[in-house]
């Protein structure tokens, strides 16, 4: 978990102090005022929390995702069919969002009852893909997310 923990940490302060892209650590930030797109993925909860801690002052949006296999495409099904609809939808992203993307394990980890994103109150995530805005508690899932209009929507609500 140390490794995960500071990949998160220095993923935040590439975009803090260099105000750029960081191809060290893949992240990708705009100009201020500009939505921030964080590329590390995140894999534990506690560096799931640690984010939001960061980001607690933007709108802060969580793409749960099935983590990806040696070819680098997910495991799960329904992430790979949802993945462009996902990557296109980012375009509408507010200019007051951050949006991080959770890798919740593979087929097996997430397939257990005590996945930490299922059971953890605030993530409570049922199925996979689901875009979940941080607060208000939001979310797109299932079918849903296949249709870029419901994304759009998660990103307009305030």
């Known amino acids: 978990m140390k ?5 998160v940490l220095l993923a935040l302060f590439c975009a803090v102090r260099l105000g750029g892209d960081c191809s060290f650590c893949s992240i990708k930030t705009m100009e201020s005022g500009s939505p921030i797109i964080v590329k590390q993925p995140i894999e534990s909860l506690s560096d799931l929390l640690k984010a ?4 607690k002052n933007w ?8 983590t ?21 939808a980012l375009k509408y992203l507010p200019y007051n969002g951050v949006f991080l993307t959770v890798y919740v394990g593979d ?9 930490e994103f ?13 875009i979940d805005q941080w607060e208000p508690h939001n979310r797109v899932s299932g079918d849903n997310i296949l249709h870029i209009i419901n994304i759009q929507n998660l990103f307009a609500d305030k």
């Open 107 to 115: 087929r097996a980890t997430w397939k257990d009852p005590q996945n």
């Open 3 to 7: 490794v995960a923990s500071y990949s």
């Open 118 to 130: 299922r059971t953890y109150p605030k993530c409570s995530v049922q199925s996979i893909p689901t």
């Open 59 to 66: 709108r802060i949006f969580v793409l749960y995702f099935g």
């Open 68 to 88: 990806p296999q040696s070819d680098g495409q997910s495991w799960c099904p329904d992430c790979r069919e949802a993945k462009p609809t996902i990557d296109e």
């Open 52 to 55: 939001v801690e960061y980001y």
